[in-house]
T-cell receptor, first 115, second 113 residues
């Protein structure tokens, strides 16, 4: 079946621009996660949604980062006024149940490069 | 912080078994051992998980020691496509904020022809 999809796969932004990254989770998955992966490092948690509710945004690095999941399926991660340190791969994952009780399945990621 | 220790890199000959070790000496009784891998330019791919019994699926086998302080992921017949970074993650699936996966740096497995 269809897995987690993300778009765009690659995004180049000039410093100061706003970007929006999209995640389509596996159909029916209640939980959705965003992770950030810097070059040469493992992914790091950003935020967690249970349906449309954002229950944890403790990993978002600054108030320039904003995530939403208004209808409990598709999610968008928005970064305002991008900075060079925002360059990374942004990964989305989804799981069937709530509160992380099930295996997380990852999408291919969006590689963001800020010039 | 990651609760696991893995060698930074390993090599394996194509067709041979790849045995990837992981130490997790501080694992709690309700924490699972999960393995993911990440092939270059792709997202992490789930491989297998276990609590205390050995597990096997179509991708790999997971051997967990009786004291649960270490485990080994076994790829029985490695192919070139198995070249990837392998992450061992200790994860308490239920309760609190345990939905966060904490990745370390993993092991870069290189399968050689």
């Amino acid at each position: 079946g269809a897995g987690v999809s993300q778009s765009p796969r690659y995004k180049v932004a000039k410093r100061g621009q706003d970007v929006a990254l999209r995640c389509d989770p596996i159909s029916g998955h209640v939980s959705l996660f965003w992770y950030q992966q810097a070059l040469g490092q493992g992914p790091e948690f950003l935020t967690y949604f249970q349906n449309e509710a954002q229950l944890d945004k403790s990993g978002l690095p600054s108030d320039r980062f904003f995530a939403e999941r208004p209808e409990g399926s598709v999610s968008t991660l928005k970064i305002q006024r991008t900075q060079q340190e925002d360059s990374a791969v942004y990964l989305c994952a989804s799981s069937l149940g709530i509160a992380g009780g099930d295996t997380q399945y990852f999408g291919p990621g969006t590689r963001l490069t800020v010039l | 912080d990651a609760k696991t220790t893995q060698p930074p890199s390993m090599d394996c000959a194509e067709g041979r078994a790849a045995n990837l070790p992981c130490n997790h000496s501080t694992i709690s009784g309700n924490e699972y051992v999960y393995w993911y891998r990440q092939i270059h330019s792709q997202g992490p791919q789930y491989i297998i998980h276990g609590l205390k019994n050995n597990e096997t699926n179509e991708m790999a086998s997971l051997i967990i020691t009786e004291d649960r302080k270490s485990s080994t992921l076994i790829l029985p017949h490695a192919t070139l496509r198995d070249t990837a970074v392998y992450y061992c993650i200790v994860w308490g699936r239920y309760g609190g904020s345990n939905y966060k996966l904490t990745f370390g740096k993993g092991t870069l497995l290189t399968v050689n022809p």
